[in-house]
T-cell receptor, first 119, second 115 residues
Framework: GAVVSQHPSWVICKSGTSVKIECRSL??????MFWYRQFPKQSLMLMAT?????????EQGVEKDKFLINHASLTLSTLTVTSAHPEDSSFYIC???????????????FGPGTRLTVT | AQSVTQLDSQVPVFEEAPVELRCNYSSSVSVYLFWYVQYPNQGLQLLLK??????LVKGINGFEAEFNKSQTSFHLRKPSVHISDTAEYFCAVSPISSNTGKLIFGQGTTLQVKP
């Protein structure tokens, strides 16, 4: 299979502190991972594309200095929410890209998500 | 650019009845198509995907979808739903030419199965 884990599954932090969320591909290597944000009853919004060994590519409107992404190995990407505020409270989901059989295209496998609440 | 429209935000249906969740897309290039399911407070699980070949695709949990190129649609169907199918369903596309595999999601459809 293709399993992706996230840690922690939920976190509560105080306003002004930083929070790190880990995304791991457990049984395959992922040169590319994606970070999404999901508000209640809404679709997933792509925040950034995380590339192993290089800088992440952020979507328009996403503050790269606030949402720090590090993809230091082929199985781990981290998202750090710096100086968190209540408006950063959300459900954060990561996915890891895996090549499709035959080398044609890709498929994404999703983590279970992290619920962040900033008080 | 690509966009995905899921025409129904909510679909209520009784248990054991058939259901169809509609998805239309817009793209100037060829795309792969996907349906994902999300249970409350969980990540997304792949139901099925269309890459090429037969336009009727079968997935997990008894779901199937049909790719219609002329109508740019990829509707999801199940002949008989269960209470456990209650969840959020997302249609997504990915440009074949993309070197990232980026997904573009629809707004989602909430399937509510009633006893």
């Amino acid at each position: 299979g293709a399993v992706v884990s996230q840690h922690p599954s939920w976190v509560i932090c105080k306003s002004g502190t930083s929070v790190k969320i880990e995304c791991r591909s457990l049984d395959f290597q992922a040169t590319t991972m994606f970070w999404y944000r999901q508000f209640p009853k809404q679709s997933l919004m792509l925040m950034a594309t995380s590339n192993e060994g290089s800088k992440a590519t952020y979507e328009q409107g996403v503050e790269k200095d606030k949402f720090l992404i590090n993809h230091a190995s082929l199985t781990l990407s981290t998202l750090t929410v710096t100086s968190a505020h209540p408006e950063d409270s959300s459900f954060y989901i990561c996915s890891a890209r895996k090549s499709l059989s035959g080398g044609v295209g890709y498929e994404q496998y999703f983590g279970p998500g992290t619920r962040l609440t900033v008080t | 650019a690509q966009s995905v429209t899921q025409l129904d935000s909510q679909v209520p249906v009784f248990e054991e009845a058939p259901v169809e969740l509609r998805c239309n897309y817009s793209s100037s290039v060829s795309v792969y198509l996907f349906w994902y399911v999300q249970y409350p407070n969980q990540g997304l699980q792949l139901l099925l995907k269309y890459l090429s070949g037969s336009t009727l695709v079968k997935g997990i949990n008894g779901f199937e979808a049909e790719f219609n190129k002329s109508q740019t649609s990829f509707h999801l169907r199940k002949p008989s739903v269960h209470i456990s199918d209650t969840a959020e369903y997302f249609c997504a596309v990915s440009p074949i030419s993309s070197n990232t595999g980026k997904l573009i999601f629809g707004q989602g459809t909430t399937l509510q199965v009633k006893p």
